[in-house]
């Protein structure tokens, strides 16, 4: 059985940092698409950052710059890294996962086989 079981989300200022893990078991991080994603209230989920099979990292435009995304074999674990935070952060953050590579469409999360529970992250101004 796969489990995606995300940690790390809190309530921080602006300006701070955070740093989401998700622990994977039943299912390996590598060489297969890790993304992350989130949803704030009454918005639709989208993608913050993804690595696939082969170690390349996309980043959609709100983490660019702020936002890095890493995993850990030995752990097998995903991480996020969130630098500077802004109140536009807010959000539920959730790890996907896809057994194989990555899709070029992968940011919309429809291809993800596996899904967390997900992990809040309140930033406050």
């Known amino acids: 059985r796969v489990q995606l079981a995300e940690s790390g989300g809190g309530s921080v200022q602006s300006g701070g940092s955070l740093r989401l893990s998700c622990a994977a078991s039943?299912?390996?991080?590598?060489?297969?698409?890790l993304a992350w994603f989130r949803q704030a209230p009454g918005k639709e989920r989208e993608g913050v950052a993804s690595?696939?099979?082969?170690?390349?990292?996309r980043y959609t435009d709100s983490a660019k710059g702020r936002f890095t995304i890493s995993q850990d074999s030995a752990k097998n674990t995903l991480y996020l890294q969130m630098n500077n935070l802004a109140p536009e952060d807010t959000a539920t953050y959730t790890c996907?996962?896809?057994?194989?590579?990555?899709?070029?469409?992968?940011?919309?999360?429809?291809?993800?086989?596996?899904w967390g529970k997900g992990t809040l992250v309140t930033i406050s101004s």
């Open positions: 996907g996962a896809l057994r194989g590579d990555c899709p070029r469409d992968w940011s919309d999360g429809s291809d993800m086989d596996y």
């Open positions: 039943g299912f390996s991080v590598n060489g297969n698409c």
């Open positions: 690595v696939d099979p082969y170690g390349i990292i």
